[in-house]
């Protein structure tokens, strides 16, 4: 088997696996692989995370609560192969970076 074929055939391989998985308590790693995302596109998110976090502790010390510009810059970084609205909520199901995720996930849906 070529290294063609073994990719193509590892690729319906997972397709098979994400339907067929509960992916209830797992939502973030289901869009990581649905979006066939590297380590280290997992690891930008997470910085990204951190540093939308840092964003949001200086714009508190200074007495802003406006979540917009925050959210701006989340979606600007935000790899494409990744929805908005999706990934932030499957991180609030998750439990991932709440203090973070929450408020980016409500203003999202408020702009719905």
């Known amino acids: 088997m070529s290294l063609e074929e073994k990719v193509e055939h590892l690729s319906y391989q997972m397709k098979i696996l994400l339907e067929i998985v509960d992916w209830t308590d797992r939502p973030f790693e289901y869009e990581v692989i649905r979006a066939n995302l590297t380590k280290q596109d997992v690891e930008a998110f997470y910085q990204l995370l951190e540093d939308i ?39 609030v199901r998750q439990g991932i970076e709440l203090d973070v995720t ?5 203003q999202v849906r408020l702009l719905d």
């Open 53 to 91: 976090r840092a964003r949001q502790n200086e714009q508190m010390r200074y007495g802003f609560t406006s979540i917009e510009p925050l959210l701006v810059h989340f979606v600007g970084m935000l790899d494409l192969r990744l929805d908005v609205k999706t990934i932030l909520g499957a991180c």
């Open 102 to 106: 929450e408020p980016l996930y409500r």
